[in-house]
């Protein structure tokens, strides 16, 4: 029999003041945490302490912090080996009907819908 390699999932929501990540393993909840937005490299090694290889992993993220956002694409993709990284609202498009004005209202309150 053949063994079907792992799909890894880890989303990530990075708010003004803390930023969450979590991991799903074959569609399986693994493991979660939650850090302050200013100490990104913090949730970069949570992600490679946490006990589940993510190399080659599909990353989400969800942000209102664009800089944040830049720096924590960067370390991932530097220290991380993903298979992917999708923000919301850039590469991953939310068709969503809605009575709120989309460029007022963030992605992170989106994906909370």
Partial sequence: M?????ERIVAIDIGNSTAAYGIWVNSKFQSDERVATHHIPKLVRFLSGSGV????????????????????????????????????GQEIKLRLPMRYDRKRIGADRLVNI
């Fill in 2 to 6: 053949i063994e079907r390699p792992s």
């Fill in 53 to 88: 290889d993510l190399a080659g992993s599909h990353y989400i993220i969800s942000s209102v912090v664009p800089k944040v956002t830049r720096r924590l694409v960067h370390l991932i993709k530097r220290k991380l080996k993903p298979r992917s990284v999708w923000r919301i």
